[in-house]
């Protein structure tokens, strides 16, 4: 527990202490909230409109689920 405390207070005053730091650091998090809310949205958008272009697909597919499920 005292290691961990230790860890903890060596990382809080290191980013107490940053100045230009703490800026580049919110600059780094918001481009990687972006990025990953952008890939989500774009790239691995996959739901059932997505995947399945026609009604018969669609229908088919929950078909075959709907008897995998019994």
Same mark, same amino acid.
């Given at each position: !527990?005292? @290691? &961990? +405390? /230790?860890? @903890?207070?060596?990382?809080?005053? $290191? =980013?107490?202490?940053?100045?230009? $730091? +703490? /800026? &580049? ?6 481009? &990687? #909230?972006?990025?990953?809310?952008? &890939?989500? #949205? @774009?790239?691995?958008?996959?739901? =059932? %409109? /997505?995947?399945?272009?026609? %009604?018969?697909? %669609?229908?088919? @597919?929950?078909? %075959?689920? !709907?008897? +995998?499920?019994?």
């Amino acid at each position: !527990m005292n @290691f &961990l +405390k /230790s860890v @903890f207070n060596l990382y809080y005053d $290191g =980013f107490r202490n940053l100045t230009i $730091g +703490k /800026s &580049l650091w919110k600059i780094v998090i918001i481009k &990687l #909230i972006t990025i990953l809310v952008v &890939l989500n #949205i @774009f790239v691995y958008d996959k739901n =059932f %409109k /997505s995947e399945y272009k026609t %009604k018969e697909e %669609k229908q088919d @597919f929950v078909y %075959k689920n !709907m008897i +995998k499920g019994n």
